[in-house]
Every structure is written in structure tokens, then in C-alpha cells.
């Protein structure tokens, strides 16, 4: 990136409602082992009755704003990677907005599914270098058991709630950490792998008709597997190639948390030891656009943002979309 942006605080919320292996064993044919050796998660946090999408990057934008040491009436734009936003419209940004008790922000909800937090990246980034006192926050939330078809046993092991935030600007800090380089890329063409239709002007509803199975997550997961991985590795090494890195000069990798067989998968094909990659999928699931925000949001609470070190993130999401970005506290 020819002007160097940076991230001035990050935040992590996921709801208090946690459900288990255990418990979904008493909803669908499935077992803890089953979901374990097949998706290394335990459990997965969900929203309780009521609580929305906006609910939960409120509670993750209120934490990256005190951990920027910032008043959010120093704000300026609100950004929110969601694929479960509370309605169409108004956008859940604008929610976000209310909710903090703030008006007059630029507010705008993007979509790249379980890449959106990346790509927002890039969008924030951006905006930061052509409004230099810009203070941008950054949410990616999923309510995404809203989406889920709690009878797929293939598809509502894998996923859970929660949202995580960051605050990005033009202007360092003595604890910033540094946006060096932002990679994303996409295939259209590979859109039918990973879908929610039902709702949408191809699939629009009609009142009184039962809710169709296209209103939920449809995944065909071999060929999600497949080109996952295939796209994150390629996408790591022309960032790492473009910076001069080496996979020996990356301290921490955090990849999408899909599942740990596509987390293990990356790791061992970029020649990045397990100590190194950053793993919270069997606590919280696949979040998709909150994955990698709670993951840096959990990372940097637990001390794990130690200054100097050079942070690798990749994603992978419907649409198809991926990215990586390298980062440097």
C-alpha cells in the first residue's frame, strides 16, 4: 500500500448462549466425535431471542473503541461486513450507528460473506487515505444460526455467532499496528459452492408461502474445501512475495476459522508451523465476516499482538471471494 493506514484498537463480542457438541447431538443425527474429527469445533456461541446482528457489533465497536483510547463521537464512518444483517434495509451500519448513540457518520453495510471483514479492510483503508482525520470502525458481525437449517447436520455443526471491530486511521499511535498490504481477488463463476438464496430477487417470497430450504446456508463442501484452501495459499504467498517475506518471517498467521481440517490445510501447504497459526474455531465456530475480526479482537486481549511481530490474515467466503492482508504491530 503506497500510504500506510492503521488500526488503532480492536474489539471482540460473541453472545452469552453457548451450545455445544452435547446439545446438538440432542437436535440432529450427529455426535460430538463426528464433529470434532471432522471440524476440530466444540461449541459455538448463539444470539439469544432478540438479540441481532447490530446487537452484536455494538457490543464488539464499544471494546475497539476503548482499546484505541478514543470517544466514539471521534468517529467518522461505521462499516459493517455482515451476510446477516438485521434487515435489508435499513443497513445494520446505520443500526450500528443508533445504537452508539451517534448520527451524521457515513454508514454502509458491505457483502463478501465470510470474506467481508478483508475486503473491508481494504475499503476502510482507502477511505482513511483520502480523509486523513478519518476514524473508521470496522465491524464484522453474524448472527449466522438466523441462516442456518438446524436439520443439515453438514451445515449447523459448522457455524456460530458474534461480531469483532477495529478502528482504522491514517494518523499512528504508539501502539497501532500497521495495515503494510492488502491482496483480494474472487471468481463468480464458483458462486453456487457456497449460497444463502431464499429472499433475494432471484428467489423472492411470496406471503404465506413456507420458508424454503434456500432461505438457509446450502454448502457444497468438498469443492469449498478445495478451492478454500487453493485460493488462501495462493493469495499468502503474492502478498508475502510482493513484501519480500518469507513463510519464516511470518509470526502469526490467522486464517479464516472455517474449520481445522482448511486451517491445517493452509498452514502446512505455506510451510507455517501450527505454534504460529492462531486457532479459535473450536470455541466459536465459523463466524464468517466476524471470524477474523473476533479472532485479532481475542488475540490482542490474550497479549498475542506483541509489538514487532508481522501478523498474516486470510479469508475465504461465498461468492466465491478470498484475500489476505499483512499486518505489523
Given amino acids: 500500500m503506497k500510504n500506510k493506514c492503521y488500526i488503532r484498537g480492536f474489539g471482540a463480542f460473541v453472545p452469552e448462549k453457548v451450545l455445544t457438541n452435547f446439545d446438538l447431538e440432542k437436535m440432529v443425527d450427529t455426535s460430538d466425535e463426528w464433529i470434532r474429527t471432522r471440524t476440530g469445533i466444540e461449541q459455538r456461541h448463539i444470539v439469544a431471542e432478540g438479540q441481532s446482528t447490530s446487537d452484536l457489533t455494538t457490543q464488539a465497536a464499544k471494546a475497539a473503541i476503548t482499546d484505541a483510547k478514543m470517544n466514539r463521537e471521534e468517529l467518522s464512518h461505521i462499516l459493517v461486513a455482515t451476510c446477516t444483517p438485521d434487515a435489508y434495509c435499513p443497513n445494520t451500519a446505520c443500526i450500528t450507528e443508533d445504537k452508539l448513540g451517534l448520527k451524521g457518520l457515513m454508514a454502509l453495510d458491505l457483502s463478501a460473506a465470510c470474506s467481508g471483514f478483508v475486503y473491508g479492510l481494504k475499503l476502510a483503508s482507502s477511505l482513511a487515505q483520502t480523509e486523513?482525520?478519518?476514524?473508521?470502525?470496522?465491524?464484522?458481525?453474524?448472527?449466522?444460526?438466523?441462516?442456518?437449517?438446524?436439520?443439515?447436520?453438514?451445515?449447523?455443526?459448522?457455524?456460530?455467532d458474534g461480531a469483532g471491530a477495529v478502528v482504522i486511521s491514517a494518523t499512528p499511535t504508539e501502539d497501532s499496528t500497521t495495515i503494510v498490504d492488502i491482496e483480494l481477488s474472487s471468481d463468480g463463476s464458483l458462486c453456487e459452492l457456497l449460497t444463502i438464496r431464499g429472499g433475494g430477487s432471484s428467489l423472492p417470497y411470496k406471503v404465506g408461502q413456507?420458508?424454503?430450504?434456500?432461505?438457509?446456508?446450502?454448502?457444497?463442501?468438498?469443492?469449498?474445501?478445495?478451492?478454500?484452501?487453493?485460493?488462501m495459499?495462493?493469495?499468502?504467498?503474492?502478498?508475502?512475495?510482493?513484501?519480500?517475506?518469507?513463510?519464516?518471517?511470518?509470526?502469526?498467521?490467522?486464517?479464516?476459522?472455517?474449520?481445522m481440517r482448511?486451517?491445517?490445510?493452509?498452514?502446512?501447504?505455506?510451510?507455517?508451523?501450527?505454534e504460529r497459526v492462531y486457532?479459535?474455531?473450536n470455541k466459536v465456530g465459523n463466524t464468517s465476516a466476524a471470524s477474523i475480526p473476533i479472532a485479532l479482537g481475542q488475540a490482542k486481549a490474550a497479549g498475542i499482538l506483541e509489538p514487532g511481530k508481522n501478523i498474516l490474515l486470510t479469508t475465504f467466503g461465498g461468492g466465491f471471494t478470498w484475500g489476505a492482508a499483512l499486518l505489523r504491530t
Fill in 233 to 259: 495459499v495462493g493469495v499468502c504467498n503474492t502478498i508475502m512475495e510482493r513484501n519480500g517475506l518469507s513463510a519464516d518471517d511470518i509470526d502469526i498467521l490467522i486464517p479464516h476459522q472455517a474449520n
Fill in 132 to 160: 486523513e482525520n478519518a476514524n473508521i470502525l470496522l465491524c464484522g458481525g453474524e448472527s449466522m444460526s438466523s441462516r442456518i437449517n438446524w436439520e443439515d447436520r453438514n451445515t449447523c455443526v459448522l457455524f456460530g
Fill in 210 to 231: 413456507p420458508v424454503p430450504e434456500e432461505h438457509f446456508v446450502m454448502m457444497q463442501g468438498r469443492e469449498v474445501f478445495k478451492h478454500a484452501v487453493r485460493s
Fill in 262 to 274: 482448511i486451517i491445517e490445510a493452509v498452514g502446512k501447504k505455506l510451510s507455517i508451523d501450527s
Fill in 279 to 281: 486457532v479459535n474455531v
